[in-house]
């Protein structure tokens, strides 16, 4: 009779979830064991930066994948990166090793104690099998739940039972199909489509789901198709429309008066893909402009529910789109110019300007790169002199956790080899990933990391500005030299203070994973 950890590989093995990231304990060499050639286990030295790549890596293959974390320990230090994959809705399956059964309720050293609520509520499901017999099934739920829900999901097993051997009902499970399909009724589209219709002056405003869902090309076609200003939806984790397309008008703010503000003139506004709305920086107003109507498209319910204005329609926003696109005529103008230019980037004294850097990525990467980027005050510096045009081409930390970007990247480049990948860090945010740099260099994975030194949290300094609390102590980082960092996991890094020497350095070529330190002035992100 097979044993439970057979029916697992083989049930992981059918759905394509060979590759793990983790970092493993005693409790989970017991799954780890006669592991089939077919996977690969990708060593993360530190449990965040684990699931920071596995976050990376399934928002790059667009399928759930497998994270293999030690007991309560293990998840805990997952637990801050955890968040991000919460707000950028990434299929991660968490599994982490228990103790053996008997030694549970005493608590033995490695015991999870009461192991299904220590990962809520970031995990959108979590278990624990009820019997050996159960672990296939409990598997398999924790796999469709979080493709299904679009939420990472948390599996604690004693790990005795791995080697339980289990009845032909325990791999019945391997043949199930789980599917979803969220298309609206036709009274629902039809309503919707008069609404477009009707409306004077419409906006689109696109989240990140947009992209996650394939998306972005559609999306540039139903905003020609009727000659709609397309926003990014605020604090986006992931670019769903051409930040130099004519009919870009940005990212929104992150202020409830400072959206109304933005948005002010249309009487719909139609949110496809998106909470309504992330909100970030607290400018109490009118949630919309007077006299507009918000209209919600979103197959996450719980966005749908806890949204405080507006309509929803729970639905797949791509079945909606092309309901748009098939019933509306089409309001094109005749637009010669697609894209506006770049501006001239701005410089300063004594280090560069972030925007010389970020016109050198754009003047010297392939149009097609995936950027991950955390840097967090430098935004509005990158919107001015990029231009992404190519779904996938931006990804930021989801819930603001800092710590994604570096692992991210590594992910990101091992589930997509077809793309280049930049990483673009604040040397703030590099140190909360850093072991992420083994990982690359031990694997070889081809990825640039671009490091921003200005010295400081700068995103904190702004902040104290607008909180009225300047000069508050714990926001300055001098003295870090990630070019020797790096050499240090075995990363090849240069550092660099010159335009001339970025764009050289920029336009060489790796096989491998590389480091550029570039020091820059601190700017504000607004
Ligand atoms: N810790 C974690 C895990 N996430 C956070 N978001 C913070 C702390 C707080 N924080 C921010 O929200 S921005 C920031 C911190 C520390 C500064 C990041 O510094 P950086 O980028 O060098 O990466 P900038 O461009 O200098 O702001
Ligand atoms: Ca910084």
């Known amino acids: ?200 002056n419409p906006a689109l405003v696109l989240g990140g789901d947009i992209d996650t869902a394939g998306l972005f090309d559609r999306a540039v076609a139903l905003a020609e198709h009727l000659e709609l200003p397309a926003w990014v939806a605020p604090s986006p984790f992931r670019l769903p429309f051409p930040n130099r397309h004519r009919l870009f008008r940005g990212v929104l703010p992150a202020g409830i008066a400072s959206i109304s503000t933005a948005l002010a003139g249309h009487d719909l506004i139609l949110v496809l893909g998106a909470p309504v709305f992330r909100y970030h920086q607290y400018v109490p107003g009118p949630y919309l402009p007077e006299g507009s109507k918000l209209v919600q498209v979103t197959d996450d319910a719980g966005a749908a529910a806890r949204a405080p204005m507006g309509e929803a329609l729970v639905a797949d926003p791509g079945v909606v789109l092309e309901a748009l696109l098939a019933r509306i005529e089409s309001r094109t103008a005749d637009a010669e110019e697609h894209f506006v230019p770049n501006p001239e980037p701005a410089t300063a004294e004594g280090a560069l300007h972030p925007e010389q850097v970020f016109a050198a990525l754009r003047d010297t990467q392939a149009a097609d790169t995936s950027y991950v980027v955390e840097s967090t005050s430098t935004n509005s510096a990158w919107w001015r002199q990029m231009d992404l045009r190519h779904e996938s081409s931006y990804f930021f930390p989801a819930s603001g956790g800092l710590g994604f970007g570096l692992p991210a990247a590594v992910g990101m480049a091992m589930g997509r080899p077809d793309r280049p990948v930049v990483g673009v860090i604040g040397d703030g945010s590099a140190n909360y ?64 203070t010159e335009l001339d020497d970025l764009h050289a350095q920029l336009k060489s070529t790796s096989d491998g994973p590389r480091l550029i330190q570039v020091d820059t002035q601190p700017t504000t992100p607004e």
């Not at 057979?6 to 304990?25: K, Q, S």
């Not at 490091?451 to 000069?471: D, Q």
Request: aromatic content about 8%; some cysteine; glycine content about 10%.
């Open 433 to 496: 990933g850093i072991t992420a740099l083994w990982t690359a260099a031990h694997y070889r994975v081809p990825v640039t990391f671009v490091i921003l030194r200005n010295g400081t949290y700068g995103a904190l300094r702004w902040f104290g500005t607008l909180l009225g609390t300047e000069n508050v102590p714990g926001t300055e980082i001098p003295g870090l030299d990630f070019s020797r960092i790096a050499e240090g996991y075995g990363v090849p890094a240069t550092s660099v």
């Open 1 to 200: 009779m097979p044993t439970a950890r057979r029916i697992a590989h083989e049930f992981l093995e059918r759905r394509g979830l060979t590759t793990i990231f983790g970092n493993p304990g005693s409790n989970e060499l017991p799954f780890l064991a006669e592991l089939p050639d077919s996977f690969r286990y990708v060593l993360g030295l530190h449990e965040g930066v684990v699931v920071g790549m596995a976050d990376g890596y399934a928002q790059a293959t667009g399928k759930p994948v497998l994270v293999n974390l030690h007991a309560a320990a293990g998840s805990g230090n997952a637990m801050g990166a955890l968040t991000n994959a919460v707000y950028s809705r990434s299929p991660l399956v968490l599994t982490a090793g228990q103790q053996v059964r008997p030694a549970i309720g005493m608590e033995a050293m490695l015991a999870n104690v009461d192991a299904t609520q220590l990962m809520r509520p970031l995990a959108g499901w979590s278990g624990e099998p009820s019997c050996a017999a159960d672990v296939p099934r409990s598997l398999a739920q924790a796999v469709f739940e979080a493709e299904l829900r679009r939420c990472p999901t948390y599996l604690s097993v004693p790990y005795d039972d791995w080697s339980a051997e289990l009845d032909a009902n325990a791999a019945v499970t391997l043949d199930r199909e789980v599917r979803r399909g969220l298309t609206p009724s036709e009274d629902q589209l039809t309503d919707l489509v008069e609404q477009v219709k009707a409306a004077r």
